[in-house]
């Protein structure tokens, strides 16, 4: 089946610095959607990018799908505390059940 | 309408009981869908509802797990003879029937079989 690898696993940082995670896949997509799970909530949408090249940003976060349309990437500028979370990458597969990344953990020191 | 709603948040259930999960939509949300999600792992899909018809439905949804959604509106998720390995956040989600925007995920169920 599909899988979209996710990269780091997992970051630990200091508050301010920036951050930077992708994702990629052996297929190509036509949308790439990124989410933000907080410890025992459901995933929460940041971002949804639709075309190839696109360059997307909400507040601190900003990003991409790639030109070749079998990557994305999602920067956090200016890390807060509350920036702590899992961020998924995630795709449309099937009619419309999405596949989702394995995720990166996100620890931010105050 | 605050987003979506499941009940209950958290379950305990023995070996071989049956649970039933309830998740309410967005009101005016007609696609519903039902992912599980295990410890470490992003959620994986189950199966989906546009209005009250299921119309797809994964490899992952056994015999022993089944989902309606009578009137459209909410949706229920029953597994009959639970086995530990069952034990997962399960996690409703909604979305407009216009375009592939990104869904509305709940809070999820967490279940625990003991």
């Known amino acids: 089946g599909q899988q979209l690898n996710q990269s780091p696993q997992s970051m630990f940082i200091q508050e301010g610095e920036d951050v930077s995670m992708n994702c990629t896949s052996s297929s190509i997509f036509n949308t790439w959607l990124w989410y933000k799970q907080d410890p025992g909530e459901g995933p929460v949408l940041l971002i949804a990018?639709?075309?190839?090249?696109e360059l997307t940003s909400n507040g601190r976060l900003t990003a991409q799908f790639g030109i070749t349309r079998k990557d994305s990437f999602l920067n956090i500028s200016a890390s807060i505390p509350s920036d702590v979370g899992i961020y998924f990458c995630?795709?449309?597969?099937?009619?419309?059940?999405?596949?989702f990344g394995s995720g990166t953990r996100l620890q931010v020191q105050p | 309408d605050t987003g979506v709603s499941q009940n209950p948040r958290h379950k305990i259930t023995k070996r071989g009981q049956n649970v039933t999960f309830r998740c309410d939509p967005i009101s005016e949300h007609n696609r519903l869908y039902w992912y599980r999600q295990t410890l470490g792992q992003g959620p994986e899909f189950l199966t989906y509802?546009?209005?009250?018809?299921?119309?797809?439905k994964s490899r992952l949804l056994s015999d022993r797990f089944s989902a309606e959604r009578p009137k459209g509106s909410f949706s229920t998720l029953e597994i009959q003879r639970t086995e530990q390995g069952d034990s997962a956040m399960y996690l409703c989600?909604?979305?407009?029937?216009?375009?592939?925007?990104?869904?509305?995920f709940g809070s999820g169920t967490r279940l625990t079989v003991v």
């Open positions: 509802f546009q209005n009250e018809a299921q119309l797809e």
């Open positions: 989600a909604s979305s407009p029937g216009t375009e592939n925007y990104g869904y509305t």
């Open positions: 990018l639709y075309k190839a090249g």
């Open positions: 995630a795709e449309y597969t099937g009619r419309r059940a999405l596949t």
